[in-house]
């Protein structure tokens, strides 16, 4: 049967398809939107506190001692060719790397043992533990300073009263390098401690149950299970303190101010020596950006797991 002009005009208008304009308020309603939206004044943030003293450090870096003409890579060859500063790179690394591999040893296992104690008895043991990490550094580092002394240590106190001999702590490279460790794994253990206690209080119980029903010894089941279900927030903590050690600057310059003989210094100690003490604040920079490439692949390849690891969850 034929339709008529009249039915087929009159329909025309209703079978249209709808309008695919994207109006305001459709875009307000996307969460992706939203959520952009409301993340604004942290990138606000984050672009003028780390963008901005990032870029202008690299601008820095290409500048002569007095900041009045571009020299490019100079100052950066100039450092390289530094037999000091190649001492640097080698100090940073040991510094970084031997605190890190202590602070997550230490730290799982005290979050280990804290996950055993009873939760009433948990809290307190948290909170003493957690104390060197509340503490501000430079002022824990003055005590152990004290404790360092040649004159009145009262470390070398206690070794006297056992019949042994006094250590130099501060005196010797050696001895100075094992301080700045042991007070950067002092206060740095109790953060990774937290992280992993959360991270196993988010392990199932079943898991356990399950391996225990199938023989599984404890260590078996710290292996097979706590293990695979830490791997992220092992990865995570331990890029951030690796960040947080190269980084260090008030324990180094508190307790050895880079002595003796250049030893003991870091990437920022370093960079504070050559670029305010000395003047050279272009030199003082390009010392600080020498921390980016190293740190840039160490955080590619743990990011690189993590994401694998989540895709496999997926």
């Given at each position: 049967?034929?339709?008529?002009?009249t039915?087929?005009?009159?329909?025309?208008?209703?079978?249209?398809?709808?309008?695919?304009?994207?109006?305001?308020?459709?875009?307000?309603?996307?969460?992706?939107?939203?959520?952009?939206?409301?993340?604004?004044?942290?990138?606000?943030?984050?672009?003028?506190?780390?963008?901005?003293?990032a870029?202008?450090?690299?601008?820095l870096?290409?500048?002569?001692?007095?900041?009045?003409?571009?020299?490019?890579?100079?100052?950066?060859?100039?450092?390289?060719?530094?037999?000091?500063?190649?001492?640097?790179?080698?100090?940073?690394?040991?510094?970084?790397?031997?605190?890190?591999?202590?602070?997550?040893?230490?730290?799982?296992?005290?979050?280990?043992?804290?996950?055993?104690?009873?939760?009433?008895g948990?809290?307190?043991?948290?909170?003493?533990?957690?104390?060197?990490?509340?503490?501000?550094?430079?002022?824990?580092?003055?005590?152990?300073?004290?404790?360092?002394?040649?004159?009145?240590?009262?470390?070398?106190?206690?070794?006297?009263?056992v019949?042994?001999?006094?250590?130099?702590?501060?005196?010797?490279?050696?001895?100075?390098r094992?301080?700045?460790?042991?007070?950067?794994?002092?206060?740095?253990?109790?953060?990774?401690?937290?992280?992993?206690?959360?991270?196993?209080?988010?392990?199932?119980?079943?898991?356990?149950?399950?391996?225990?029903?199938?023989?599984?010894?404890?260590?078996?089941?710290?292996?097979?299970?706590?293990?695979?279900?830490?791997?992220?927030?092992?990865?995570?903590?331990?890029?951030?303190?690796?960040?947080?050690?190269?980084?260090?600057?008030?324990?180094?310059?508190?307790?050895?101010?880079?002595?003796?003989?250049?030893?003991?210094?870091?990437?920022?100690?370093?960079?504070?020596q050559v670029?305010?003490?000395?003047?050279?604040?272009?030199?003082?920079?390009?010392?600080?950006?020498?921390?980016?490439?190293?740190?840039?692949?160490?955080?590619?390849?743990?990011?690189r797991?993590?994401?694998?690891?989540?895709?496999?969850m997926?």
């Open positions: 049967m034929a339709l008529d002009a039915t087929v005009t009159a329909a025309g208008p209703a079978a249209a398809p709808p309008r695919t304009g994207v109006t305001l308020h459709r875009i307000a309603r996307r969460r992706s939107t939203i959520a952009f939206l409301m993340a604004l004044p942290l990138i606000a943030v984050i672009a003028g506190l780390v963008a901005w003293p870029g202008y450090a690299i601008y870096s290409t500048l002569n001692r007095r900041m009045t003409s571009f020299i490019g890579l100079d100052n950066f060859q100039i450092l390289l060719e530094s037999e000091t500063f190649r001492m640097v790179i080698w100090q940073s690394c040991i510094f970084a790397i031997s605190a890190v591999v202590l602070k997550a040893l230490l730290g799982f296992w005290l979050a280990h043992m804290l996950h055993h104690i009873p939760t009433k948990q809290r307190i043991w948290r909170g003493l533990l957690l104390l060197p990490w509340v503490v501000p550094p430079a002022l824990s580092t003055l005590g152990w300073w004290w404790m360092f002394d040649p004159s009145y240590s009262s470390l070398n106190w206690l070794l006297n009263a019949g042994a001999p006094s250590v130099p702590w501060l005196g010797e490279p050696g001895w100075a094992a301080s700045v460790i042991i007070v950067n794994v002092w206060a740095g253990t109790p953060f990774f401690m937290i992280m992993y206690l959360a991270a196993l209080k988010s392990v199932p119980d079943q898991l356990y149950e399950a391996a225990a029903i199938d023989g599984a010894t404890g260590w078996q089941g710290l292996r097979y299970v706590t293990l695979p279900m830490m791997r992220n927030i092992i990865s995570i903590t331990v890029l951030f303190s690796l960040i947080v050690t190269f980084a260090n600057y008030d324990i180094v310059r508190v307790l050895t101010n880079g002595g003796p003989r250049d030893l003991t210094h870091v990437f920022a100690s370093y960079a504070f670029g305010v003490l000395s003047g050279n604040i272009p030199r003082g920079a390009a010392v600080s950006l020498f921390m980016f490439p190293l740190l840039a692949v160490v955080a590619f390849f743990i990011l797991g993590v994401n694998q690891r989540n895709r496999e997926a």
